[in-house]
């Protein structure tokens, strides 16, 4: 077996350390004690309060995920009323969803309890706020290439909301 070259190396490890923050992250909001919303529900609701209503198909190309399994998702969130259905829309006569005021004040509710996890990984690094924002940029940067990549464009709200997809058109 050959030794891996430097990029080689690189590419492992900016891959374990991607790892390890996902694993951080989730783990800094703690159990989901006062969180009432599943990962899916959570993520769709982020994207339907920063703009216009959308349809499944949609919704599908922006989380690059099969109608059916959005579709899915978005049954379950109807029935405990987060997300309502608007019939028959401009957009070729398909049905579009937002969120309703339960489901955008749910998300806020998680939202918080997720900002304060992060805040805690932030503390726990002892990063200044000019270290923080560095972190930041970069991921921005890094995103905003993943998505030109996938042929989406991403408003990521301007740091009042959370990343938020838009398709591409």
Do not use: C
Not at 10 to 25: A, I, M, N, P
Not at 114 to 123: F, K, N, P, T, Y
Not at 149 to 159: F, Q, V
């Amino acid at each position: 077996m050959t030794e891996p070259n430097e990029q080689e190396r690189r590419l492992g490890d900016l891959e374990r350390e991607l790892t390890l923050l996902s694993r951080h992250f989730i783990a800094s909001r703690g159990p989901r004690i006062g969180q009432s919303l599943d990962r899916s529900a959570y993520v769709l609701l982020t994207r339907l309060e920063t703009g216009e209503p959308l349809t499944l198909k949609e919704l599908a190309h922006t989380f690059q995920a099969d109608v059916s399994t959005i579709n899915r998702q978005m049954s379950a969130m109807l029935r405990h009323g987060l997300v309502e259905r608007i019939e028959a829309t401009a957009k070729g006569g398909a049905r579009t969803f937002r969120p309703t005021p339960l489901g955008l004040e749910r998300l806020a509710a998680d939202r918080a309890i997720s900002r304060a996890g992060a805040a805690r990984l932030i503390e726990a690094a002892g990063w200044s706020p000019e270290r923080t924002q560095q972190f930041l940029t970069l991921m921005i940067e890094f995103n905003h290439g993943i998505e030109q990549l996938e042929g989406l464009a991403w408003d990521h709200g301007g740091g009042t909301g959370g990343s938020s997809p838009r398709t591409a058109g």
